[in-house]
Each structure stands twice: as structure tokens, then as C-alpha cells.
């Protein structure tokens, strides 16, 4: 099971740093990712990282959002910076190996002022 936190409210232009936890699972054997799911749209990928630490985010985040992974504490977090309406979803981390894949509960991340 994954366990997301530290979804809220911020202004624009504010922070939060999102949290997953593993239970049952070891994070550093999987491919680990956050989602993100506006109302009337689809899921999309934000970010990911393999279990060699390389990172892959996507364009609308890029330069704004960091995915780390700390496999002594089986997490993987989600530095949002420089937040915008646009990011305002919930938002998912995941974990997947070989055609297994785990959900987390999701967090609501809402950016307004």
C-alpha cells in the first residue's frame, strides 16, 4: 500500500512538499511516480523516478518540481515550487515493476489566492 500526504491550499507562486509511504511494499524496487488528476481530465504523469534515481518530469512542471526517493524510509516526495492554478488536481504517487502497479490514496493540491 502507499500512503499520500501533504496535499493543501497555497497561493500562487507558493510551495508544498508532498510525501508517500510504503507499506508492504519496497519503494526501491519499484519505478516510482506522481500523478496528478484535474476535475474533467485525465490522469497525467508529473514525474518519475527509476530505481537508479534517474528522474523524468513533465514539460509543465519541469524546473519547478523535484521527485526524490529515500529508500531507508520507503518514500518518495514531491517538491511543488513556483505553484499555479493550473497545477490545482489530485494528486497520486505510484509505484510499478513489471505489470504490478500500486495506487495511493491521492492528496488534493489546490493553488489559489
Known amino acids: 500500500q502507499l500512503q499520500a500526504s501533504g496535499g493543501g491550499l497555497v497561493q500562487p507562486g507558493g510551495s508544498l512538499k508532498l510525501s508517500c509511504v510504503g507499506s508492504g511494499i519496497l519503494i526501491s524496487r519499484y519505478v516510482m511516480g506522481w500523478y496528478r488528476q484535474a476535475p474533467g481530465k485525465q490522469r497525467e504523469l508529473v514525474a518519475s523516478t527509476n530505481i537508479l534515481g534517474e528522474t523524468n518530469y513533465a514539460a509543465s512542471v519541469k524546473g519547478r518540481f523535484t521527485i526524490s526517493r529515500d529508500n531507508r524510509q520507503n518514500t518518495v516526495d514531491l517538491q511543488l515550487n513556483s505553484l499555479q492554478s493550473a497545477d490545482t488536481a489530485v494528486y497520486y504517487c505510484?509505484?510499478?515493476?513489471?505489470?504490478?502497479?500500486?495506487w495511493g490514496q491521492g492528496t488534493q493540491v489546490t493553488v489559489s489566492s
Open positions: 505510484h509505484a510499478g515493476l513489471r505489470g504490478v502497479s500500486h
